[in-house]
T-cell receptor
Framework: SQKIEQNSEALNIQEGKTATLTCNYT??????LQWYRQDPGRGPVFLLL?????KEKRKERLKVTFDTTLKQSLFHITASQPADSATYLC??????????FGTGTRLLVSP | GAGVSQSPRYKVAKRGQDVALRCDPI?????LFWYQQALGQGPEFLTY????????KSGLPSDRFFAERPEGSVSTLKIQRTQQEDSAVYLC???????????FGQGTRLTVV
């Protein structure tokens, strides 16, 4: 089956460090990978999209990489802040339709 | 409106009851999606509309689930004869066009008792 997998364990880091979250996919090559942030009781908020022919994309303190050889995307938050604490979801798509999400990784940034 | 609005915010239904969940997308957004999110899981796709046309309903779990968007704006997700396994957060999202960012509402938390 075409799975998308994220580490279900929470990631705890200290303020100021770089957080790195992993998204792995198997049995297919998605055209796009997207990253979303979800806070408790809220809907997901779109952060970044990376296409299969792009190796890296940046937006402010966020950076996403896409390694089609490893079948993996890494999501980095540099100079992390307590306000970055949330669940981060990876999703694959062939366009912006029918997103298939991973289970999400909870990030906790301690002051 | 400023964002995607869903109502009710919370719904408790007795098993076997029918429920209707409403989604008001951002004005002018062509695409509308429904997702189901169980506790501790990522959202799972249910169905997709482009204007009033339901182009993909492959994620609807059973024929008890029905969605409509008759005028290409507001959408309703209806669940008939609710079961306990239907308990989840139902998320609606809209996007301006086919290949643009989707904006999610806050969701409706459905609890079937």
């Amino acid at each position: 089956s075409q799975k998308i997998e994220q580490n279900s364990e929470a990631l705890n880091i200290q303020e100021g460090k770089t957080a790195t979250l992993t998204c792995n996919y198997t049995n297919y090559s998605p055209a796009y990978l997207q990253w979303y942030r979800q806070d408790p009781g809220r809907g997901p908020v779109f952060l970044l999209l990376i296409r299969e022919n792009e190796k890296e994309k940046r937006k402010e303190r966020l950076k996403v990489t896409f390694d089609t050889t490893l079948k993996q995307s890494l999501f980095h938050i540099t100079a992390s802040q307590p306000a970055d604490s949330a669940t981060y979801l990876c999703a694959r798509s062939t366009g912006f339709q029918k997103l298939v999400f991973g289970t999400g990784t909870r990030l906790l940034v301690s002051p | 409106g400023a964002g995607v609005s869903q109502s009710p915010r919370y719904k408790v239904a007795k098993r076997g009851q029918d429920v209707a969940l409403r989604c008001d997308p951002i004005s002018g957004h062509v695409s509308l999606f429904w997702y189901q999110q169980a506790l501790g899981q990522g959202p799972e796709f249910l169905t997709y509309f482009q204007n009033e046309a339901q182009l993909d309903k492959s994620g609807l779990p059973s024929d008890r689930f029905f969605a409509e968007r008759p005028e290409g704006s507001v959408s309703t997700l209806k669940i008939q004869r609710t079961q306990q396994e239907d308990s989840a957060v139902y998320l609606c999202a809209s996007s301006l066009a086919v290949d643009t960012e989707a904006f999610f509402g806050q969701g409706t938390r459905l609890t079937v008792v």
